[in-house]
């Protein structure tokens, strides 16, 4: 017969293992979801195409392309709210909305291929120079000539912030939404330019957002309005057109977004910066 002290330990062991196993399952499903998350991002550093999928450099040419940022976990995880860098430059311009334009088509290449072209980006966060590449690049040069006579970029919210992995800040869309675009795409461009050596892109490179899956070989020559500026070097095949690389000053504006972190991902998986980034005026000029 068993006595009360021998059930009494019994029931405690029975607990013990209840509450073993229950911890042990926990550990599983963290060690699983975790293998997933790094699965996903080995496949964006290596594969390049999947970055388009977990929304961290794709980018309509079109804004009724589907953004499939949706489809994976983002590439940045959540991170604290940090303290708004650039707010007193936003609360400036505050109610500044762009203007939505689209086109059918690329416009004509009109640009110099011999002179010198750079992009200036007057922000909320300070003002980003960009020595553009229009021997290399001339179609991705020329469109954002194109787009800055326009006024397209005037007023635009940077969108993305990935700060794992890779680390850049996206920007180009006037929906904000990572879903906008011109309406006509540009090719791709100086794939092979000699600074993105051991697949990286180096910090300072400014290069587009496109729709390219490296899986599927499909979304070549998909680059619209969006680009990314990389704040820090970033483990990426070249699929992105590098047409610019930014100056010192402008260096120190995108670090301090950087550092400022991103936001948890909204439902879409975006990652947006902390920091309150919006193009005042973008303007191109030649020298």
Same mark, same amino acid.
């Given at each position: 017969?068993?006595?009360?002290?021998?059930?009494?330990?019994?029931?405690?062991?029975?607990?013990?293992?209840?509450?073993?196993?229950?911890?042990?399952?926990?550990?599983?499903?963290?060690?699983?979801?975790?293998?997933?998350?790094?699965?996903?991002?080995?496949?964006?550093?290596?594969?390049?195409?999947?970055?388009?999928?977990?929304?961290?450099?794709?980018?309509?040419?079109?804004?009724?392309?589907?953004?499939?940022?949706?489809?994976?976990?983002?590439?940045?995880?959540?991170?604290?709210?940090?303290?708004?860098?650039?707010?007193?430059?936003?609360?400036?311009?505050?109610?500044?909305?762009?203007?939505?334009?689209?086109?059918?088509?690329?416009?004509?290449?009109?640009?110099?291929?011999?002179?010198?072209?750079?992009?200036?980006?007057?922000?909320?966060?300070?003002?980003?120079?960009?020595?553009?590449?229009?021997?290399?690049?001339?179609?991705?040069?020329?469109?954002?000539?194109?787009?800055?006579?326009?006024? &397209?970029?005037?007023? /635009?919210?940077?969108? @993305?912030?990935?700060?794992?992995?890779? $680390?850049? =800040?996206?920007?180009? !869309?006037? *929906?904000?939404?990572?879903?906008?675009?011109?309406?006509?795409?540009?090719?791709?461009?100086?794939?092979?330019?000699?600074?993105?050596?051991?697949?990286?892109?180096?910090?300072?490179?400014?290069?587009?957002?496109?729709? &390219?899956?490296?899986? /599927?070989?499909?979304? @070549?020559?998909?680059?619209?309005?969006? $680009?990314? =500026?990389?704040?820090? !070097?970033? *483990?990426?095949?070249?699929?992105?057109?590098?047409?610019?690389?930014?100056?010192?000053?402008?260096?120190?504006?995108?670090?301090?977004?950087?550092?400022?972190?991103?936001?948890?991902?909204?439902?879409?998986?975006?990652?947006?910066?902390?920091? /309150?980034?919006?193009?005042?005026?973008?303007?191109?000029?030649?020298?």
């Amino acid at each position: 017969m068993v006595s009360n002290e021998q059930r009494r330990r019994q029931l405690a062991r029975e607990k013990y293992l209840r509450q073993q196993n229950r911890r042990q399952q926990a550990r599983d499903k963290a060690r699983r979801r975790n293998t997933v998350i790094a699965s996903t991002l080995a496949v964006v550093l290596a594969a390049g195409g999947a970055v388009a999928t977990v929304g961290a450099l794709s980018g309509g040419g079109d804004d009724k392309k589907k953004d499939d940022s949706a489809a994976t976990p983002p590439t940045a995880p959540p991170t604290k709210k940090a303290e708004d860098p650039c707010a007193a430059g936003a609360k400036k311009v505050k109610g500044e909305k762009p203007e939505k334009m689209t086109w059918k088509k690329e416009p004509e290449v009109t640009i110099d291929r011999a002179a010198k072209y750079s992009m200036k980006l007057e922000t909320t966060c300070g003002d980003i120079s960009i020595d553009l590449k229009a021997d290399k690049a001339p179609h991705t040069v020329n469109s954002f000539d194109f787009l800055a006579k326009k006024g &397209y970029l005037d007023h /635009t919210s940077c969108h @993305r912030l990935t700060n794992q992995g890779i $680390f850049v =800040l996206q920007c180009g !869309d006037p *929906q904000g939404t990572g879903r906008g675009g011109p309406g006509y795409t540009i090719p791709d461009e100086n794939l092979k330019d000699p600074s993105l050596k051991g697949n990286v892109y180096p910090a300072g490179t400014v290069a587009m957002a496109n729709q &390219y899956n490296a899986q /599927t070989k499909e979304g @070549r020559n998909s680059g619209g309005s969006q $680009f990314f =500026l990389v704040y820090q !070097d970033s *483990q990426l095949p070249p699929d992105y057109t590098p047409f610019g690389t930014i100056g010192k000053d402008g260096m120190k504006v995108l670090k301090k977004i950087g550092n400022a972190g991103a936001a948890p991902p909204d439902q879409t998986g975006n990652t947006a910066p902390n920091a /309150t980034v919006k193009i005042n005026k973008a303007t191109v000029g030649s020298s």
